[in-house]
C-alpha cells in the first residue's frame, strides 16, 4: 500500500485526496495546507486523515511514501527538493517547475535516490486525448499538416503567472504527446491590459520539421469559454471540442489535393467532402487514471507519459515563449 501525502487542499487537492483514496493500492493519510480554515475543511471532509499546516511535519513523517504537491508553481522546487531528499517520491502539479535549471536538479535528484517524479498533465489520461493519440498513430489522418488549439475563458486571473503559464502547459503536453515530437523553434506574442505585468492574453506558433505547424492561443479575457484543437492531415482532418458533452471528437473526412499539370505552371486543386464520424471515448475520469498510473509507476510499472523528463520538456517550451514574449515576438530556437 502506497501511503500519499498531500501538501495543498486549495482549488485541485481535494480532487486529488478523492482520487488517491480511492485508488487501488494508495491511501492519503496527511494533509497539508498553510490556511487552517482550509484545514478545517479537510479534516471535516476527511475525519480519518491526518492535517498539518506545517509542511516539514508531512514530509518528514516516516509514514508517506509519497508526497503530492498542489501549490503555486513558485514553491514547486523547494517542496520537492525537500521531499526526494527525505525519501519520498514525487507527484506535482503542472507546471512542473518555473525553470529548467529547476527541472532538471529534480531530476537528476530523483535518479540519484532511486526516486521517481510525475507532473500532473492530466489531459494525457482524458479518453479524447487518448483517442487522438490512436487516431495520429495510426494514421488515420494521415501526414499532420496543422495542429490548432484554443483555450480561452473570462478568468481566472493567476497573481504569480501569466496566461502561457497558467493555461498553455494543458495544450503544449497534449500537442508534445500527440504529434510525437518537438518543435525546434516558438514564436510568442501577447499582451497584458491591467498594468499587472503578466500577460492575459497570448498566441503561440510553434515550428517542427516537414512543414509541421502549431498554433496555440490562451485567453483569459474571452466571452466565452472555449476548448477547441483541431488537426489537419493529409487525409483527413479532426475537430475535439472538449466542451461537448457527447461527441467530443468529430473526423472530417475532407481534405484537398494539388497536382500540377504536366510541362505547365498551373496547378490543378481538387476538394475532397465525405462524411463526418464520431469515434466512442472513453469517459473514465482522467485523474482516476492518472492516480492510477502514479501508483502503478511506484510498483515497478513502465515508464508514464508524464513523469519528470516529459515535465522538463513542457518547462522547456514554456520558458522559450516566454523569452519570446520579452522580445516582441522573435523565434526562439529549441
Given at each position: 500500500?502506497?501511503?500519499i501525502?498531500?501538501i495543498?487542499?486549495?482549488y485541485w487537492?481535494?480532487?486529488?485526496?478523492?482520487?488517491?483514496?480511492s485508488a487501488?493500492?494508495?491511501?492519503v493519510?496527511?494533509i497539508c495546507?498553510?490556511n487552517?480554515?482550509?484545514l478545517k475543511?479537510?479534516?471535516?471532509r476527511h475525519p480519518?486523515?491526518?492535517?498539518?499546516?506545517?509542511?516539514?511535519?508531512l514530509?518528514?513523517?516516516p509514514?508517506v511514501d509519497?508526497?503530492?504537491?498542489?501549490?503555486?508553481?513558485f514553491?514547486?522546487?523547494?517542496?520537492a527538493?525537500?521531499?526526494?531528499?527525505?525519501?519520498k517520491?514525487?507527484?506535482?502539479?503542472k507546471?512542473f517547475?518555473?525553470?529548467?535549471?529547476e527541472?532538471?536538479?529534480?531530476?537528476e535528484?530523483?535518479?540519484?535516490?532511486?526516486?521517481?517524479?510525475m507532473?500532473?498533465?492530466?489531459?494525457?489520461y482524458?479518453?479524447?486525448v487518448?483517442?487522438?493519440?490512436?487516431l495520429?498513430d495510426?494514421k488515420v489522418?494521415?501526414d499532420?499538416?496543422y495542429?490548432?488549439s484554443?483555450r480561452?475563458?473570462?478568468?481566472?486571473f493567476?497573481?504569480d503567472v501569466n496566461v502561457v503559464?497558467?493555461?498553455?502547459?494543458?495544450?503544449?503536453?497534449?500537442m508534445?504527446y500527440?504529434?510525437?515530437?518537438?518543435?525546434h523553434?516558438?514564436i510568442?506574442?501577447?499582451?497584458e491590459?491591467?498594468?499587472r505585468?503578466l500577460?492575459?492574453v497570448?498566441y503561440?506558433?510553434?515550428?517542427?520539421?516537414?512543414n509541421l505547424?502549431?498554433?496555440?492561443s490562451?485567453n483569459?479575457?474571452?466571452?466565452?469559454?472555449?476548448?477547441t484543437t483541431?488537426?489537419g492531415g493529409?487525409?483527413k482532418?479532426m475537430?475535439?471540442?472538449?466542451?461537448?458533452?457527447?461527441?467530443k471528437?468529430k473526423i472530417?473526412?475532407?481534405?484537398?489535393q494539388?497536382?500540377?499539370k504536366?510541362?505547365?505552371?498551373n496547378l490543378?486543386v481538387?476538394y475532397?467532402?465525405g462524411d463526418?464520424?464520431?469515434?466512442?471515448?472513453?469517459h473514465?475520469?482522467?485523474l482516476?487514471?492518472t492516480?492510477d498510473?502514479?501508483v502503478s509507476?511506484?510498483?515497478?510499472?513502465?515508464?508514464?507519459?508524464?513523469?519528470?523528463?516529459?515535465?522538463?520538456?513542457?518547462?522547456?517550451?514554456?520558458?522559450a515563449?516566454t523569452?519570446?514574449l520579452?522580445?516582441?515576438?522573435n523565434?526562439?530556437y529549441?
Amino acid at each position: 500500500m502506497i501511503h500519499i501525502g498531500v501538501i495543498g487542499f486549495g482549488y485541485w487537492g481535494p480532487n486529488l485526496v478523492r482520487n488517491f483514496s480511492s485508488a487501488d493500492g494508495s491511501e492519503v493519510v496527511f494533509i497539508c495546507d498553510s490556511n487552517p480554515q482550509t484545514l478545517k475543511k479537510a479534516s471535516k471532509r476527511h475525519p480519518g486523515i491526518k492535517t498539518t499546516t506545517n509542511h516539514k511535519e508531512l514530509i518528514k513523517d516516516p509514514s508517506v511514501d509519497a508526497v503530492v504537491i498542489a501549490t503555486p508553481v513558485f514553491t514547486h522546487h523547494a517542496l520537492a527538493k525537500m521531499a526526494l531528499k527525505a525519501g519520498k517520491n514525487v507527484f506535482i502539479e503542472k507546471p512542473f517547475t518555473y525553470t529548467i535549471q529547476e527541472a532538471e536538479e529534480l531530476i537528476e535528484l530523483a535518479a540519484k535516490k532511486n526516486l521517481k517524479i510525475m507532473v500532473d498533465h492530466t489531459f494525457l489520461y482524458t479518453g479524447s486525448v487518448r483517442r487522438i493519440k490512436q487516431l495520429v498513430d495510426d494514421k488515420v489522418l494521415g501526414d499532420i499538416y496543422y495542429y490548432d488549439s484554443i483555450r480561452v475563458n473570462l478568468g481566472l486571473f493567476q497573481h504569480d503567472v501569466n496566461v502561457v503559464w497558467d493555461l498553455a502547459p494543458h495544450d503544449i503536453s497534449i500537442m508534445l504527446y500527440v504529434l510525437g515530437e518537438k518543435p525546434h523553434a516558438v514564436i510568442a506574442t501577447g499582451a497584458e491590459h491591467f498594468s499587472r505585468g503578466l500577460e492575459d492574453v497570448a498566441y503561440l506558433t510553434f515550428y517542427f520539421s516537414n512543414n509541421l505547424l502549431a498554433h496555440i492561443s490562451v485567453n483569459w479575457l474571452s466571452p466565452i469559454k472555449i476548448r477547441t484543437t483541431l488537426i489537419g492531415g493529409q487525409k483527413k482532418m479532426m475537430v475535439w471540442n472538449d466542451l461537448e458533452p457527447d461527441e467530443k471528437i468529430k473526423i472530417y473526412d475532407k481534405g484537398v489535393q494539388v497536382k500540377t499539370k504536366e510541362g505547365k505552371y498551373n496547378l490543378l486543386v481538387s476538394y475532397r467532402s465525405g462524411d463526418m464520424w464520431a469515434p466512442k471515448i472513453d469517459h473514465t475520469e482522467a485523474l482516476k487514471l492518472t492516480a492510477d498510473s502514479f501508483v502503478s509507476y511506484l510498483n515497478g510499472g513502465g515508464r508514464v507519459v508524464n513523469d519528470g523528463t516529459a515535465g522538463l520538456e513542457v518547462v522547456r517550451i514554456l520558458e522559450a515563449s516566454t523569452a519570446s514574449l520579452k522580445n516582441n515576438g522573435n523565434m526562439v530556437y529549441l
